[in-house]
């Protein structure tokens, strides 16, 4: 038997996933519990990250010709009540403001001022921002609106999870409004699009583009596009979702136009959503029983310092090296932006190098007196293990960064993609896809199969019979999966494409 | 007399300051009412330079070690009451959050889900923070702890002004720890001169730096400092404070740390904040009565491109030209970014060229042949009467585009500088005083003597005085007036130095 390898996180992914998750959030200092049930508080190493998802994402949405603009955070409750399904959909888990002052009492703080209508905190803004869509557009010549809020909204949650299933959590929605609902339909796709190559060229998280079925879609949506990943528990997570909402929201809203035909006809409107999830999702992709694993395009640092000196009278060589690396480094552009280096100079012995590794910094870059010496550094990556080193000339390390970087990118892409692979399977027998789903061992319910791609008749009945018989949810008719036609795994009528079934969080 | 210019904007800043203010930020699409009390939609071209500001002061931040976090929207009742003089201060006007649930009734939706205790939305987060950093805190190492937020808050407001006054706005938070009150007040000192240095070197506002006096302290700071700047109608606007709050909120939150001595002792702490209120300010203090007049190194775009053509041919060769241009331009960098340039192809006449002057954007270009033909561009300039354009040849245009960029925001600057010189006097005598802070015209109470600084004995009962005498208001000690002995300006008695009294928003 091998030796057992010690790791910096306890319990391994192995050993008990969703607490693996909880500790190496921990540990990584990305984000921790907070005092108000269900909120939680993103500690800056897991803020710049979702800052870098957010700078490469909007300037995707600006290329696309989308402004961002801001929108109220509390929504009238009867504005909920316009789009029957919608109200259906959210109502239910809301935050509810019904008084506007705080009087002294006996007892001390007491609410006061009640509202004559309360407030909504904002679950999502389709309502608030329809009732400002129909005010901005009256001719043909106004559309298409292409807009996008980045801001906080609030799902009340009994059961959560940082980043995966928060009560306040931090997304961007756009919203969008167009003359013909091909446009519309287009900009549904194009967003999806845009959610696919962040999630797979910066996340380094594989997606499948995929459509959900009528009982997965927004409420209120006519169709529902979604980017759909695997993480190394097995279980599907929802990175995206992109909404052709036809003119549902138009007609409840009354945004109308013009038509360059002399009529008057309602605009057809998209929303698509991103949130502070896909953090989870990335720490789920990547992690290992280490820590975090950053993808460099993404990583809120891509390289540490790390100066080493025993001696008082080496420090200030030390320092003076360190100094003029980082200056180098942050000279040389990764992503579309200047590289961000971290210089760590507490002494506090090995712990220093380990807490880097917790954090998953692509490179870990010692530099000591021999290594000043030699004109080089000592370099670690956090794609191999933690005591896989190699010496460098510092002159090839700065020439040959931005590649290394890349490897380490491609390394992450392929390594979840494999997995993905390893545990996707086509599967056209009902038992075969019973077993798939049944955890090998019953003390970790959450290691099962992976995603089948089984046929489905359409029918809501025989998805909700496999979600009712083994918590596995139809994730997604995948956009790009050829036409095939088979049988229905669940009740064997026909099918014409496969769908993909996991279970998810 | 002089025949009357025709304006953009009805009312003019002369005829009704106020209204003049609304209709600006109506004409340039900036910002808009929402159906919620109190709370704004801030549009895409009011949006754009928020965001601006932000890139801007966020660099200043993470310059000086500071780092991004996010912290809940929602702060418990019970948090509000840690710090007595913070509670008397904020409590009286907050969104209070007691349900978490809507329900369906007979009438519609209502209510359901009460909390047990109440949940405030964060008029701001010292309490919150302060929670976090008691953990994050527990050894001199740990310290600076130097943390911002950038978030949305809630003050309930009767009486709102788009930008300046609304119950909802954004803003940034800092918040810091310190092992000293030296080190504290050093902070307090530095944030203040970013803020200094933003708005007068980016948004072209100049300002005084001073020190709030004890009644126009932050509630439960020890020392609160200020920019204030003078607006056209020579009010004052408190564009940004800074906080030392000594050990106070350390204490409520229980911020307490190892010495380097194995003592134990609270931290030192500091808080500072800018809002979307630098908009309004931005706007009050260059627009004119044609619209708003964007500084150039935080205007959301710095040029339009304005194509001509009258016969369908000549349409390819302009839309070619204009195109160029655009990428020639947009390869520029300017103010740390590159240069943000629009194109304008409305065919809708010369309400084209009036719209962007209402938006301010610093440089119109007109492209038509016969410019092409002398491969020129014919230049209006936003600091300038709009007929006031000039035909450059595209090459120097391209050249001195920086240039002119600078001249630009050097004359705004310039411009404000002079409006607040002149509006601001040195008073030693009291009728005097009355004088300078009585309109001249009844009907337009608005327009008075501007900035008097003159001395005060410091103690409150004056303070109060002169403002329910004339609502004039102490603005601040600067911090960079010269000592000086005098008389008092109410009560007569010894003054060291003097003050700024105004009236304010």
């Excluded at 043909?140 to 940082?162: C, F, G, H, K, S």
Aim: aromatic share 10%.
């Amino acid at each position: 038997m091998a030796k057992a390898v010690k790791t910096a996180i306890t319990p391994t992914r192995q050993a008990d996933y969703p607490e693996w998750y909880q500790q190496v959030i921990s540990a990584s200092e990305m984000a921790e519990r907070s005092p108000v049930r269900g909120c939680m508080v993103i500690k800056p190493w897991g803020y710049a990250l979702w800052e870098n998802i957010q700078f490469q994402m909007d300037e995707r949405f600006k290329e696309t010709g989308v402004r961002n603009a801001y929108f109220p955070l509390f929504i009238p409750l009867h504005f909920l009540e316009k789009e029957a399904e919608h109200v259906e959909g959210f109502a239910k888990e809301c935050a509810v403001v019904t008084h506007h002052r705080l009087e002294q009492s006996g007892d001390g703080l007491v609410p006061g001022g009640e509202l004559t209508e309360p407030l909504v905190v904002r679950p999502t803004s389709e309502t608030i921002i329809g009732d400002s869509f129909a005010k901005w557009v009256s001719s043909y010549r106004d559309l298409p609106l292409l807009i996008n809020q980045w801001a906080n909204v609030v799902r009340w949650e009994m059961r959560t999870r940082l980043f995966l299933r928060t009560s306040e959590f931090l997304w961007q929605e756009g919203h969008t409004a167009h003359a013909t609902a091909e446009e519309a339909t287009e900009r549904t796709k194009m967003m999806l699009d845009v959610y696919a190559d962040i999630a797979e060229n910066y996340l380094a998280i594989p997606v499948i583009k995929g459509r959900k079925s009528a009982l997965e879609r927004f409420p209120g949506a006519v169709d529902t596009l979604c980017i759909e990943a695997m993480m190394q528990d097995r279980k599907a997570l929802q990175a995206g979702t992109s909404h052709f909402l036809g003119q549902n929201f138009a007609k409840a809203s009354n945004i109308k136009f013009q038509t360059d035909q002399e009529g008057e006809a309602f605009a057809w409107t998209t929303s698509w959503g991103t949130s502070t999830r896909l953090v989870g999702g990335l720490i789920m992709t990547h992690g290992d029983d280490d820590g975090v694993i950053m993808p460099p395009r993404i990583a809120p640092a891509q390289v540490v310092l790390l100066p080493i000196y025993r001696k008082p009278d080496e420090r200030s060589a030390v320092m003076a090296y360190t100094a003029k690396l980082a200056a180098d480094l942050r000279r040389i552009r990764y992503a579309g932006r200047r590289v961000t280096v971290e210089v760590d100079d507490r002494d506090i012995g090995g712990t220093r190098n380990w807490d880097w590794i917790k954090k998953g910094i692509p490179l870990r870059v010692e530099i000591g007196p021999r290594d000043i010496a030699a004109d080089a550094v000592f370099v670690g990556r956090r794609d191999k293990t933690p005591r896989d080193k190699t010496s460098l000339a510092r002159s090839a390390f700065l020439e040959g960064f931005t590649a290394l970087l890349d490897e380490i990118q491609a390394t992450l892409f392929q390594r979840a993609s494999d997995l993905r692979d390893a545990h996707s399977r086509q599967i056209d027998d009902r038992s075969e896809f019973d077993r798939f789903f049944t955890p090998r061992n019953p003390d970790k319910p959450e290691i099962h199969g992976g995603f089948a791609h089984a046929h489905w008749c359409g029918e809501d009945a025989c998805e909700e019979r496999i979600k009712s018989d083994l918590s596995v949810t139809l994730r997604c008719l995948p956009l790009e999966g050829p036409k095939e036609t088979g049988a229905c795994i669940c009740c064997g009528r026909s099918s014409e494409r496969r769908a993909i079934f996991a279970k998810a969080y």
